[in-house]
């Protein structure tokens, strides 16, 4: 078995254990201790460190598959799966002194990352002065660092940077109390003035057109990836996944179910066949489709063709379909499968909330996915201002 296999496995004979921990860690508002000590263990968060730095250099699809395991289980740990390994393979990309520097003592961080630019940076001799805060830090209970994205006005030009820092230069504001993705833990990171060194700062272009400095210092492909089109499908895979994790519940409740009133059993009735084959269809279709996406990245990296704007917004386009039929099948099957499954002890009712409330996340936006799609596709201009 291959090391990525042998991750994903890992998490697969996790995930039971993930599944019971699932209220205690919406209850915390963050993942338990032991969880992330139970992941890493596995070698989920190394997966994409470079192996000079003691990870494996492994490839996005495992890391997706491993990702997809967890969210089954639990959608909150599914989702931090994807952000803690993610944003390691994100330190990849920046100057080889700040890889040096966060790697010192392991082959993995913990990392929030926040990509909206709601904060600024100023030019000062060696680097810049970093303020702001920043909304949606999932995994900032566990952090050791964090990035963020500020605007630095340079002759009269914006340009959007990523800052690297140490989890001491940032505050973390208690604010997340959400319906669903509770265990994600994803408050606000706040930055009062402080200073970052040059090489703890990468342009957001050089990220999304897969030219980092890191692509500079190591060989393997995998560091010349553009970021949004890996980001996008990676952030779809524990949906996916947390879909997957209500079809498997729905086939066993209906197993053993009676009706009300009626007395009758439920796989008795055509009504519940029809809806378990038409759900595992459509996530097949979309593990599928997510599949060939992930692979038709890497292999365009290879060719080095993967800064096509054209393949980045089908990138988009797949995430968000993806996302959209996770989120229609779990509804679908949590409105068919009773309502005692809303009880809080039901993971039905959790996944559904969980679903429903990462569905809103802005990459997974269907309309604008598609949108950005259709007008690229007809060689239209997408605009100055897009996630691609």
Same mark, same amino acid.
């Given at each position: 078995?291959?090391?990525?296999?042998?991750?994903?496995?890992?998490?697969?004979?996790?995930?039971?254990?993930?599944?019971?921990?699932?209220?205690?860690?919406?209850?915390?508002?963050?993942?338990?201790?032991?969880?992330?000590?139970?992941?890493? %263990?596995? *070698?989920?968060?190394?997966?994409?460190?470079?192996?000079?730095?003691?990870?494996?250099?492994?490839?996005?699809?495992?890391?997706?598959?491993?990702?997809?395991?967890?969210?089954?289980?639990?959608?909150? /740990?599914?989702?931090?799966?994807?952000?803690?390994?993610?944003?390691?393979?994100?330190?990849? !990309?920046?100057?080889?002194?700040?890889?040096?520097?966060?790697?010192?003592?392991?082959?993995?961080?913990?990392?929030?990352?926040?990509? %909206?630019?709601?904060?600024?940076?100023?030019?000062?001799?060696?680097?810049?002065? +970093?303020?702001?805060?920043?909304?949606?830090?999932?995994?900032?209970?566990?952090?050791?660092?964090?990035?963020?994205? *500020?605007?630095? /006005?340079?002759?009269?030009?914006?340009?959007?940077? !990523?800052?690297?820092?140490?989890?001491?230069?940032? #505050?973390?504001?208690?604010?997340?109390?959400?319906?669903?993705?509770?265990?994600? *833990?994803?408050?606000?990171?706040?930055?009062?003035?402080?200073?970052?060194?040059?090489?703890?700062?990468?342009?957001? #272009?050089?990220?999304?057109?897969?030219?980092?400095?890191?692509?500079? +210092?190591?060989?393997?492909?995998?560091?010349?990836?553009?970021?949004?089109?890996?980001?996008?499908?990676?952030?779809? =895979?524990?949906?996916?996944?947390?879909?997957?994790?209500?079809? =498997?519940?729905?086939?066993?409740?209906?197993?053993?179910?009676?009706?009300?009133?009626?007395?009758?059993?439920?796989?008795?009735?055509?009504?519940?066949?029809?809806?378990?084959?038409?759900?595992?269809?459509?996530?097949?279709?979309?593990?599928?489709?997510?599949?060939?996406?992930?692979?038709?990245?890497?292999?365009?990296?290879?060719?080095?063709?993967?800064?096509?704007?054209?393949?980045?917004?089908? %990138?988009?386009?797949?995430?968000?379909?993806?996302? %959209? #039929?996770?989120?229609?099948?779990?509804?679908?099957?949590?409105?068919?499968?009773?309502?005692? #499954?809303?009880?809080?002890?039901?993971?039905?009712?959790?996944?559904?909330?969980?679903?429903?409330?990462?569905?809103?996340?802005? +990459?997974?936006?269907?309309?604008?996915?598609?949108?950005?799609?259709?007008?690229?596709?007809? *060689?239209?201009?997408?605009?100055?201002? +897009?996630?691609?």
């Amino acid at each position: 078995m291959e090391y990525g296999d042998e991750i994903v496995h890992r998490v697969r004979e996790l995930a039971p254990a993930l599944a019971k921990r699932a209220r205690e860690t919406e209850d915390a508002r963050r993942l338990p201790d032991r969880t992330i000590e139970d992941l890493a %263990a596995t *070698g989920l968060f190394g997966m994409l460190v470079p192996k000079r730095f003691g990870g494996g250099e492994l490839g996005f699809a495992p890391m997706a598959a491993a990702c997809r395991a967890a969210g089954a289980a639990c959608a909150s /740990t599914g989702w931090l799966s994807v952000i803690y390994t993610l944003h390691n393979w994100m330190v990849a !990309l920046f100057p080889e002194r700040a890889q040096e520097e966060v790697w010192a003592d392991r082959p993995y961080a913990l990392i929030p990352c926040v990509l %909206a630019p709601t904060g600024t940076a100023e030019p000062v001799d060696g680097g810049h002065r +970093v303020t702001g805060r920043w909304s949606w830090g999932s995994g900032a209970m566990h952090a050791d660092h964090a990035m963020v994205m *500020g605007l630095v /006005t340079t002759d009269g030009a914006i340009e959007p940077r !990523l800052f690297l820092l140490p989890r001491a230069d940032v #505050t973390v504001h208690d604010v997340w109390h959400t319906s669903g993705m509770r265990g994600t *833990g994803s408050n606000d990171i706040e930055v009062a003035d402080v200073f970052v060194p040059a090489h703890r700062s990468v342009p957001l #272009t050089a990220l999304t057109e897969g030219r980092s400095p890191g692509s500079g +210092v190591h060989a393997a492909p995998l560091y010349r990836t553009p970021l949004v089109p890996v980001f996008a499908l990676t952030a779809a =895979a524990p949906v996916l996944g947390a879909a997957e994790g209500v079809l =498997a519940l729905f086939a066993e409740r209906m197993r053993s179910r009676r009706m009300s009133y009626s007395g009758e059993r439920q796989r008795d009735l055509m009504s519940g066949q029809i809806r378990l084959a038409t759900a595992t269809a459509d996530l097949a279709a979309a593990r599928l489709l997510l599949e060939e996406a992930l692979r038709e990245a890497a292999e365009a990296t290879v060719r080095g063709d993967a800064a096509d704007l054209h393949r980045r917004a089908r %990138a988009r386009l797949v995430s968000a379909h993806v996302a %959209a #039929t996770a989120r229609r099948v779990v509804n679908e099957l949590c409105g068919a499968a009773g309502a005692s #499954t809303q009880f809080a002890d039901s993971p039905f009712q959790r996944a559904q909330r969980d679903v429903n409330t990462i569905s809103g996340h802005v +990459v997974f936006d269907p309309d604008a996915a598609y949108a950005l799609y259709g007008r690229i596709e007809l *060689g239209m201009d997408p605009g100055p201002v +897009v996630l691609v």
